[in-house]
């Protein structure tokens, strides 16, 4: 199993940025794509944005030109750089496998972003 550390969150202000990171335990964690997720109080989970193992990004129409998704597999790790940040993008943020696997690695516990002036 692999378990992901995020980090990054915090408090920024409408339109600001953030780059989240993302640490995996175990190397296998290369053979797989990732994606990021959030969860916002009341709502359900979201997928916002998925990289192939071998680097090919995908996104969601409400994140594509704002947040950008990389991996960085020589150190196990996984990115997202958000900009022009909304209050509706105000959530728990996690990163886990890609969703066409079906299932899940452990969910680690996620970092927070609140967006608010």
């Known amino acids: 199993q692999v378990q992901f550390v995020e980090s990054g969150g915090g408090l920024v202000q409408p339109g600001g940025s953030l780059r989240l990171s993302c640490a995996a335990s175990d190397r296998i964690f290369r053979t797989y794509d990732v994606g990021w997720y959030r969860q916002a109080p009341g709502k359900q989970g979201e997928l916002l944005a998925q990289?192939?193992?071998?680097?090919?990004?995908d996104y969601v129409d409400s994140v594509k030109g704002r947040f950008t998704i990389s991996r960085d597999n020589a150190k196990n790790m996984a990115y997202l750089q958000m900009n022009s940040l909304k209050p509706e993008d105000t959530a728990v943020y996690y990163c886990?496998?890609?969703?066409?696997?079906?299932?899940?690695?452990?969910w680690g516990q996620g970092t927070q972003v609140t967006v608010s002036s």
């Open positions: 990289i192939t193992y071998d680097g090919r990004p």
């Open positions: 886990n496998k890609g969703r066409k696997y079906g299932s899940y690695f452990p």
